[in-house]
């Protein structure tokens, strides 16, 4: 993932390695790492059960959050191509009944976002 694209918050593919590595603690037995994302300093991690987002908040990263939502959780999807830049695609995330997305995320041109929206299909239709 190249500077630009990152300071504009896209995320580009990790290695799944080095996020089993990082974040196993994490999962549970019977739980394994999908596919997941990075932006500068966030994750995006969709695991055999859960999506796990992790914020690394304030300026040094030591600060950080944990979000999980269960595939159950999610309403509904859309993936949305921009155009501007070098984005690719916009992924919105609905959880429950909401009205407007609880997650949205920025993928970089290095994303195939049909390969994130099979891995959403497989686990919430």
């Known amino acids: 993932m190249g500077l630009f694209s990152g300071l504009l918050g896209n995320a580009g593919v990790a290695d799944s390695n ?5 974040y196993e603690m994490l999962l549970t037995e019977d739980e394994s790492i999908e596919i997941g994302f990075k932006l500068v300093r ?3 991690v969709f695991t055999t059960k ?6 690394k908040q304030g300026v040094t990263g030591n600060k950080v959050e944990y979000y999980s939502v269960k595939y159950g959780a999610i309403s509904r999807f859309s ?15 609905w959880i429950s009944s909401e009205q407007i997305p609880s997650i949205r995320r920025q ?3 290095k994303v195939n976002i049909y390969d994130v929206q099979k891995v959403l299909a497989r686990y919430t239709l």
């Open 18 to 22: 080095e996020l089993h590595n990082e």
């Open 79 to 93: 993936i949305e191509s921009t155009g501007h830049f070098d984005l690719e695609a916009e992924l919105k995330i």
């Open 50 to 55: 859960r999506l796990i987002l992790i914020n």
């Open 42 to 44: 966030d994750v995006f």
């Open 107 to 109: 993928f970089s041109k």
